[in-house]
């Protein structure tokens, strides 16, 4: 099915769907994920999301799994997102690859033509985990500590003021 080569690349099957559209590829050497295309025309209104279908569908080795993530650059000049990014391929997946986005801009639609590149695909190996019941977790220096506990926004050697402290302002 697929295999590993030296440099440390793997082989991955490829059915292309729509064989008029570019295999998903890499734009420069050394970049982790490769380009996915838009199979059809996509006009996309402030606030509305829709599945794009790519025109592809692979076979992942054993133990790798493949990822959808955003384009970064749609992202910063025209609004569009993902909905579930990264979205996640297994390796027994076989059919075709599609693209859930959004237009988060508030103002202008967005227009993908066919062949427009939407996303990226990274493939990564992935272990599986055995989840083990317990009565207690092991201590660590986090605990239970998330979603905002290390700082950040508005984190000046102060305390964070919250919501209510902002529109008082």
Not at 12 to 17: E, N, P, Q
Not at 54 to 64: E, K, N, Q, W
Not at 136 to 151: I, K, M, N, V
């Amino acid at each position: 099915m697929a295999t590993t080569d030296p440099t440390g690349s793997i082989r991955v099957l490829l059915r292309r769907i729509d064989a008029e559209l570019p295999a998903p590829s890499y734009a420069h050497p050394g970049d982790a994920g490769a380009d996915l295309v838009t199979a059809v025309d996509v006009d996309l209104m402030p606030g509305e999301r829709t599945v794009v279908p790519t025109g592809v569908a692979i076979a992942l080795p054993p133990g790798h799994a493949a990822f959808v993530h955003p384009r970064s650059g749609l992202a910063a000049r025209a609004g569009l997102a993902l909905v579930n990014a990264p979205g996640t391929i297994d390796e027994g997946y076989r059919g075709e690859i599609k693209v859930i986005v959004v237009n988060l801009d508030p103002r202008e639609p967005i227009r993908l033509r066919r062949g427009d590149r939407i996303a990226q695909l990274v493939v990564q190996p992935v272990v599986r985990a055995e989840f083990v019941d317990v009565d207690d977790l092991p201590e660590s220096a986090r605990a239970e500590g998330g979603f905002g506990s290390t700082g950040g926004y508005g984190d000046h050697g102060g305390s964070t003021p919250s919501r209510s402290d902002e529109q008082r302002s």
